[in-house]
């Protein structure tokens, strides 16, 4: 089985424009990453998939790996299924370019499920923490993800889900983090697919797979990490750092 991993990195995210080029110790946010990344030494190949000039003289610069993305894209599973079209590749991880404390258990543990996977039952795998805090329960910037018994994703929201009427029940909230594997046709096939209502409303790109059917496995850990969507995230992974 090839694995490869593939790290998104748009320059104008809309709630952080140019984080990915911000200094963490020393490094920018997306170098940072791409590092973490290859130094799990679990992949064949590790990218960096990008259309942005600055991101891509970064990661040359360092000695990384770059595809350039040829056009605009609505997400990041759009912007990959677009790089691995013509690689010959059996499992494509998804790092976000702006998770640079991502580390190699939550890692393996996706890659695990699915060379344990022998009927090939599972398309993508992504992961999930427990959250009990009430603000992050609440907050729209943390995805919430509820599961079936044998921990496949029913749906994703920013909403709090499931919705806590019963206060006797001692209900347990799981925020989705935005780390995918996916199978080649998987990804392949999501960038033909037009998008539902659904993801238009949530703006939840993996709400696509379920609304056509894919099977979606989460697999739990209890490792957060430090995501940095927001400027007091990259505060946060600055005091982290050090």
């Given at each position: 089985?090839?694995?490869?991993a593939m790290l998104p990195a748009r320059y104008n995210a809309s709630r952080f424009p140019g984080k990915l080029?911000?200094?963490?110790?020393?490094?920018?946010?997306?170098?940072?990453?791409?590092?973490?990344?290859?130094?799990?030494?679990?992949?064949?190949?590790?990218?960096?998939?990008?259309?942005?000039?600055?991101?891509?003289?970064?990661?040359?610069?360092?000695?990384?790996?770059?595809?350039?993305?040829?056009?605009?894209?609505?997400?990041?599973?759009?912007?990959?299924?677009?790089?691995?079209?013509?690689?010959?590749?059996?499992?494509?991880?998804?790092?976000?370019?702006?998770?640079?404390?991502?580390?190699?258990?939550?890692?393996?543990?996706?890659?695990?499920?699915?060379?344990?996977?022998?009927?090939?039952?599972?398309?993508?795998?992504?992961?999930?923490?427990?959250?009990?805090?009430?603000?992050?329960?609440?907050?729209?910037?943390?995805?919430?993800?509820?599961?079936?018994?044998?921990?496949?994703?029913?749906?994703?929201?920013?909403?709090?889900?499931?919705?806590?009427?019963?206060?006797?029940?001692?209900?347990?909230?799981?925020?989705?983090?935005?780390?995918?594997?996916?199978?080649?046709?998987?990804?392949?096939?999501?960038?033909?697919?037009?998008?539902?209502?659904?993801?238009a409303s949530e703006k939840i790109e993996c709400i696509r797979y379920l609304e056509y059917g894919k099977t979606?496995?989460?697999?739990?850990?209890?490792?957060?990490?430090?995501?940095?969507?927001?400027?007091?995230?990259?505060?946060?992974?600055?005091?982290?750092?050090?």
């Open positions: 089985m090839k694995i490869i080029m911000k200094s963490l110790g020393g490094k920018s946010v997306i170098y940072r990453t791409y590092q973490a990344t290859v130094d799990t030494k679990l992949f064949d190949e590790v990218y960096v998939v990008t259309d942005s000039d600055s991101i891509e003289d970064e990661i040359i610069k360092n000695g990384g790996k770059v595809i350039r993305s040829k056009t605009e894209h609505e997400s990041g599973s759009d912007r990959i299924a677009e790089a691995v079209e013509n690689l010959d590749v059996d499992l494509v991880i998804n790092v976000q370019g702006d998770e640079p404390f991502i580390e190699k258990h939550s890692l393996k543990m996706l890659i695990d499920a699915f060379k344990s996977d022998v009927n090939q039952t599972i398309d993508l795998a992504s992961l999930m923490v427990h959250i009990t805090d009430e603000n992050e329960i609440c907050n729209p910037n943390a995805v919430k993800v509820i599961v079936d018994q044998d921990n496949f994703a029913l749906y994703f929201s920013r909403h709090p889900i499931p919705f806590h009427r019963d206060k006797t029940i001692n209900t347990k909230y799981y925020k989705h983090k935005g780390i995918y594997a996916f199978r080649k046709q998987a990804l392949l096939d999501f960038k033909n697919l037009p998008m539902q209502m659904l993801e979606i496995k989460m697999i739990e850990t209890t490792i957060d990490g430090i995501g940095i969507d927001t400027p007091e995230d990259l505060i946060n992974a600055q005091a982290q750092w050090k």
